[in-house]
């Protein structure tokens, strides 16, 4: 069946750069897009970019300076890089496969931006 | 990027109301928009998608409407499993964009 799992630090200083990976079961991501999504503590859901099944990406374009997502089809595996965290990017940071009709998403993975 | 507007933010509602969540882009976005619902500390599941299509699954009391920049999101007879929160994503160009969401509570 179709899985998507985040894993990375928890605990990440400012200044830093974040990386999470989101390993994927079920689907290959040469055949299908990847999708970062990421939610504040109590706050809304932010679209952050796409890598497309054929392997170039779309961003946000509040997030396109500081942001990059690249992959590993062999181990599918999708990458999100962030540099120049901020305490704002505290996040629970999700995958999801596809760029739209997201069915499938990752139980997501906290990330505190400790100053 | 396009900008996704929900309103209200929260709304107050009874057990067996018919409820109606709107959501405005920016610009026209030829239907292209889905509707995610969120239980705390849940990932977001797809309830519609394409404007007014029903994903596998999801209880027929929920139906989706619009074009152009208008949206809405219906709960005909409003249930207490429903009383969470609301999102709407555009994906018709650039980069998608989430709605700020809309907060069911009961009244």
Same mark, same amino acid.
């Given at each position: 069946?179709?899985? !998507? =799992? ?9 200044? %830093?750069? !974040? ?21 504040? +503590? ?15 990406? #779309?961003?946000?374009?509040?997030? =396109? ?14 990458? &999100?890089?962030? @540099?120049?965290? /901020? ?29 | 990027?396009? /900008?996704?507007? %929900?309103? +209200?933010?929260? &709304? ?8 109606? #969540?709107?959501?405005? $882009? ?5 239907? @292209? ?9 849940? $990932?977001? =599941? ?5 404007? @007014?299509?029903?994903?596998? *699954? ?20 409003? /249930? ?11 994906? @018709?160009? *650039? +980069? ?7 907060? #069911?509570? &009961? =009244?």
């Amino acid at each position: 069946q179709v899985q !998507l =799992k985040e894993s990375g630090p928890g605990l990440v200083q400012s200044s %830093q750069t !974040l990386s999470l990976t989101c390993t994927v079961s079920g689907f290959s991501v040469t055949s299908y897009h990847v999708s970062w999504v990421r939610q504040p +503590p109590g706050k809304g859901l932010e679209w952050m970019g796409v890598i497309w099944s054929g392997g170039t990406t #779309l961003y946000n374009s509040l997030l =396109k300076s500081r942001l990059s997502i690249t992959r590993d089809t062999s181990k599918s595996q999708v990458f &999100l890089k962030m @540099n120049s965290l /901020q305490t704002e990017d505290t996040a629970t940071y999700y995958c999801a496969r596809g760029f739209y009709e997201f069915k499938y998403w990752g139980q997501g993975v906290m990330v505190t931006v400790s100053s | 990027d396009i /900008q996704m507007t %929900q309103s +209200p933010p929260v &709304l107050s509602a009874s057990v067996g109301d018919r409820v109606t #969540l709107s959501c405005k $882009a920016s610009q026209n976005i030829k239907k @292209n928009l889905d509707w995610y619902q969120q239980k705390h500390g849940e $990932a977001p =599941k797809l309830l519609i998608y394409y404007t @007014n299509n029903l994903q596998t *699954g999801i209880s027929s009391r929920f139906s989706g409407s619009g074009s152009g920049t208008d949206y809405t999101l219906t709960i005909s007879s409003l /249930q207490p499993e429903d009383v969470v929160t609301y999102y709407c994503y555009q994906y @018709n160009s *650039g +980069p998608g964009t989430f709605g700020g969401g809309t907060r #069911l509570e &009961l =009244k």
